[in-house]
């Protein structure tokens, strides 16, 4: 008989630790909307202690996604459960999921703390987070460099004082699959009470083993899973979602394992994901990558003409990819932008779909021909757009020159909350004067790390997309992005549009 293992997603907490990920609460809630239709049964929304954009973000998807547990995060101390409890207790199915790192080197050099301390701690925390919710995790953080027998004495301790479910992070992506199960059948071996409660897995992939180390976890017991959308998180990131999924449901065979994860919606939740955190997806990523489903050699194309099974061991459809088979031309109307936009997961209001349809077709009247990415970057573009009330910086215009034997110039004229200013600067190109110009005018302690220009679609005439970096005086990063015909705007809306964030970031609008 399969077992049944639970999807813990950790794509708002862990995801949004990848640096440049940052996300506003708005955000927020449509990846958890989405993650909800997938059917994930835990959603981990956010660190609450965190800041007061997380605390928000986190009460109030509690509030309003119905389905999952939610859960937030807290260290094992009486300030994070506390805030954390005040978030999490508005959803009908609560979690406080409480941690306190257990392995030598944590605990001598982060903490300074005994191993007896440490299980004093995590004991107390444990019962303190039992005296708001039954429903507690507890993680040794560090656990996959930590001796076992030790993790397994923190683990009993824990159970006794009541976590119903313990989590076992392989917090630094260190430990080899053989290696990680073992770690989790001597858990159940040396602590039989472990059967009692959930035994859940969290691995980072700083060796690339996230997926591999879970899924050894499977076979050796847990039945909890913790991972991210894209496989994204702190550093190299964490176990991706829909590796783990396909992975149980196409190798049911051998895992002998289901999850209630409806993989239609898979495609979807990628690409909002992706889209909202600016975290771009490679085209050979497994399951949710372009080319996943792609047969480029002639052997392959013909085996796969003849019958799928040759070469597919999944069907594009269970992922909820139907290929690029809506062509938006000139007479297209809204209805095929809509059903192309929902088959990619952009979630628009009314407005914003009139506004995307607007802009397709005034494309299309100057491009005749419109292909998906540019509706997508269009789409993009709008819903990356700041709330009004967001965009302390407005570009009011500018103006650059630049020719053979000239060094480069431009002036720029910004609205900073209502008032006027002008910057002027020389560069080694248009936009590097362009850039020089607006940081005559702004905080020269917020500085462009990244600018990155792609053209759409082939032609002279394509759309550009420009995606930027920004970090701020406390090594926070923000990104912008922006789309337009004129490389030149589009560039320095973009360089704006990240600045509004950095600015709103420290007005304690959302988190860095
Ligand atoms: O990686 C880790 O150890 C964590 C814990 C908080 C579970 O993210
Ligand atoms: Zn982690």
Not at 290 to 316: C, D, K
Request: aromatic fraction near 4%; glycine fraction near 8%.
């Amino acid at each position: 008989m399969s077992k049944r293992i639970l999807i813990f997603d950790t794509t708002l907490r862990d995801g949004e630790q990848s640096p440049g990920a940052s996300l506003n609460i708005k955000e927020k809630i449509l990846i958890a909307e989405q993650l909800s239709k997938l059917g994930v049964d835990i959603i981990e929304a956010g660190f609450p202690v965190a800041s007061p954009g997380d605390f928000e973000a986190v009460r109030q998807i509690a509030r309003q996604i119905e389905g999952p547990v939610i859960c937030g995060l807290a260290r094992a101390v009486d300030k994070d459960i506390d805030c954390c409890w005040e978030a999490v207790k508005y959803a009908n199915k609560p979690r406080i999921h409480t941690f306190i790192a257990t392995s030598d080197i944590h605990r001598d050099e982060k903490l300074r703390k005994s191993k007896e301390e440490v299980i004093v701690s995590a004991v107390h925390a444990v019962k303190r987070a039992r005296s708001y919710c039954d429903d507690v995790e507890f993680s040794p953080e560090d656990a996959g460099r930590t001796s076992v027998d030790y993790m397994c004495d923190v683990v009993r301790a824990v159970i006794e004082a009541g976590a119903t479910t313990i989590n076992i992070p392989d917090t630094v992506g260190y430990t080899e699959p053989e290696e990680f199960a073992g770690r989790i059948r001597t858990l159940f071996e040396k602590v039989p009470e472990a059967r009692n409660v959930v035994i859940s897995v969290h691995c980072h992939n700083d060796l690339g083993n996230a997926v591999a180390n879970s899924l050894a976890a499977v076979n050796a017991g847990a039945t909890q899973v913790e991972c991210c959308v894209n496989g994204i998180g702190e550093r190299a990131g964490n176990a991706s979602l829909e590796e783990i999924v396909m992975n149980l449901k196409t190798r049911n065979d051998y895992f002998q394992a289901d999850t209630g994860i409806n993989t239609r919606e898979l495609y979807k939740t990628s690409r909002l994901v992706s889209r909202l955190t600016g975290l771009e997806i490679a085209r050979n990523k497994a399951i949710v990558g372009r080319n996943a489903f792609a047969h480029e050699a002639g052997i392959h194309q013909h085996g796969v003409l003849q019958s799928r099974a040759t070469y597919e061991i999944m069907n594009a459809e269970d992922v909820g990819w139907y290929g690029e088979n809506i062509v938006i031309g000139k007479h297209s109307g809204k209805h095929a932008v809509l059903s192309l936009l929902e088959e990619e997961g952009y979630i628009l209001d009314n407005e914003q779909s009139l506004r995307v349809t607007e802009k397709v077709k005034a494309l299309a009247d100057k491009n005749k021909s419109v292909e998906r990415d540019d509706v997508l970057a269009i789409a993009m573009d709008i819903l990356g757009e700041l709330p009004e009330q967001e965009q302390h910086i407005k570009l009011e215009g500018f103006t650059v020159t630049t020719g053979s034997g000239m060094t480069p110039t431009a002036s720029v004229k910004l609205n900073i909350d209502g008032e006027e200013k002008i910057g002027a600067g020389v560069g080694d190109g248009p936009i590097d004067a362009l850039s020089k110009a607006v940081w005559q005018i702004i905080d020269p302690s917020v500085q462009l790390l990244e600018y990155n220009l792609k053209a759409i679609t082939g032609g002279t005439d394509a759309l550009a997309d420009v995606s930027i970096k920004l970090q701020d005086a406390n090594g926070r990063i923000f990104s912008g992005r922006a789309v337009h015909e004129d490389v030149i705007k589009a560039g320095a809306m973009a360089i704006i549009s990240g600045l509004n964030r950095a600015m709103n970031a420290s007005n304690g609008h959302t988190k860095g």
